[in-house]
């Protein structure tokens, strides 16, 4: 078993290498437009962040970590779809990231090769603690890029939140029936210490389905979360948020929450507010850059 994990690691880094080359030394075109983010079905709030949900304009998404499959038509697949396409690359935290680092810095170089790039809703996503708050700068140089709109509004790009603000669903309103309501990261409930400690919190996972979030935030007075796009959806849905800070991208958005640990938010929680007017404010950012990027792709 030991032996094949190596094996499968060694082949995984090899192709993976194989891969980058193969697209950086491809002949670069820009026959569609694709949405490259990461694709994951369990964590909701990444699924939603690409802007392929929202506009037409956007023939398919990839998945930004295919390029470590060792499945030969996904691989093919991936290569072929960049290099045919324009690239919109986000939303989510693919910035300051070991994870995709590699991917980010092949983005940047296919413009070169005349390929049409697009950071859409992107942000740092540190996991150092003491980088919290303090980050200046990204893994990327975001001025290679064709049009940029970052997630983290104290950068110097342009500010453009997450798309998923542009979801109807966040128009959902209810009768407020949970004070108090803990939405955790899909790795915090594994965490039997912490789920044990405040079992009798109403809560719910941020791998559950959209509708089950926004239902439990709409019918939530406070919301206490280690989930980036939980604490973005209840600020926009005007709740009052605490926000568990699992890497840097908490401490980057317009409208801060209390920051605090599941050790001492109940003590925290008297401290939170309630932004108005927050949920306009994106989805107008957001349409004004979809105007933009669609005019600089020529769609």
């Not at 990444?46 to 060792?70: A, C, G, R, V, W």
């Not at 396409?85 to 413009?111: A, D, H, V, W, Y």
């Not at 919290?132 to 939140?161: A, C, Q």
């Not at 798309?163 to 009768?175: N, R």
């Amino acid at each position: 078993m030991l032996l094949q994990k190596i094996k499968n690691s060694i082949l995984k880094s090899f192709s993976k290498r194989k891969v980058l080359k193969k697209i950086a030394t491809s002949n670069q075109r820009n026959s569609g437009v694709i949405n490259i983010h990461r694709l994951d079905k369990n964590n909701v709030g990444d699924l939603f962040s690409s802007p392929n949900h929202y506009f037409e304009q956007i023939n398919q998404t990839l998945d930004i970590f295919d390029y470590k499959t060792l499945d030969n038509s996904a691989k093919e697949n991936f290569i072929n779809t960049i290099c045919d396409n324009s690239l919109i690359i986000g939303g989510g935290g693919l910035l300051n990231r070991p994870s995709f680092e590699k991917q980010m810095k092949l983005f940047e170089t296919l413009g070169q090769k005349g390929k049409k790039t697009v950071l859409w809703g992107v942000g740092h996503n540190e996991k150092n603690k003491s980088t919290y708050g303090k980050v200046t700068h990204y893994n990327i140089d975001t001025s290679k890029f064709g049009l940029v709109g970052v997630r983290d509004y104290n950068m110097k790009e342009l500010w453009v939140p997450c798309a998923s603000c542009l979801h109807p669903i966040l128009d959902t309103k209810a009768s407020v029936e949970n004070e108090i309501g803990l939405i955790f990261h899909q790795k915090t409930m594994s965490n039997h210490t912490i789920q044990n400690k405040l079992k009798d919190f109403p809560s719910i996972s941020n791998s559950s389905s959209l509708e089950a979030i926004i239902n439990f935030i709409a019918k939530t007075d406070t919301i206490v979360t280690d989930s980036y796009h939980a604490m973005y959806w209840a600020i926009l849905m005007k709740k009052k948020v605490v926000a568990i800070p699992i890497s840097s991208k908490f401490y980057s958005f317009k409208y801060n929450p209390v920051f605090s640990s599941y050790d001492s938010f109940q003590l925290d929680i008297k401290k939170a507010e309630r932004y108005s007017g927050v949920l306009d404010e994106c989805r107008e950012i957001n349409t004004d850059f979809s105007i933009k990027v669609f005019d600089y792709l020529g769609n």
